[in-house]
């Protein structure tokens, strides 16, 4: 059964700029089946600000034909090795919307054991480079949503050169996020994203985007000195 695999870690600045133009995870790597190299964001900051691309601390969300593989990616592999020492959380396929290429939808799909079981969202998208100024405007009030929902255990966006953004978030349960998602949270503004929603149905943003939902099966290290995010605490 395939698993899919999001890592966080702050890698070397020579490292990080060969990332940028080069693929660091090799297409031959046994078992994977598709990875993305992403350069971290601060959600939410000015488009102009130093700390909206935060080039040494990256993400890499990946799908893998087994556990088994992904782990011989980390213990092996000289890349491997380095993202090992961040953070990363293995992830059960739960469902989809729309597509990107190379990720391949599994025919088997994982539950939640309960309604109150925290899920994981990732988002990616292949921006139309005319609608970036677009995006950015409906966008960034999106952001602030999702960083400052009270029912976000933890949540970031990242950015691959030239036209590829993703967001990653884990939710308390489904049914905070799905509220989130139609604008029924009882937050400040809470339309946001189903007015952005709204606006790329009218003209689309891009012209290859997904949304993909998982359930965390583990994790792993930490992140800025912390870990357990996909724990609800007692």
Sequence with gaps: MSISSFHLVKIPTWTAIKGLISKL?????????????????????????????????IAIFAQWESEKDLDNFLNNDKFGKLIKKGWHVRLGFMRDWGKIKGYKIPKEKVILENSNSPVVAVTIARMRPL???????????????????????????????????????????????????????????????????????????????????????????????KGNYTKLSD
């Design 25 to 57: 995870i090799s297409e031959k790597t046994e078992g994977l089946i598709y990875s993305e190299y992403m350069t971290l964001m601060t959600l939410g900051s000015p488009i102009l600000s130093t700390n909206r691309f935060l080039i040494r601390e």
């Design 131 to 225: 609608a970036i100024p677009r995006f950015l405007h409906w966008g960034r009030p999106v952001e602030k949503l999702v960083r400052d929902h009270p029912s976000t255990l933890f949540s970031l966006a990242s950015f691959k050169f030239p036209n590829t953004i993703s967001t990653f978030s884990i939710w308390k349960n489904v049914q905070e996020m799905e509220k989130m998602v139609h604008g029924h949270s009882k937050v400040p503004k809470p339309k946001r994203h189903s007015d952005a929603m709204k606006e790329r149905e009218r003209k689309n943003f891009h012209f290859e985007f997904t949304t993909l939902r998982f359930k965390p099966l583990s994790e792993f290290g930490n992140w800025k000195g």
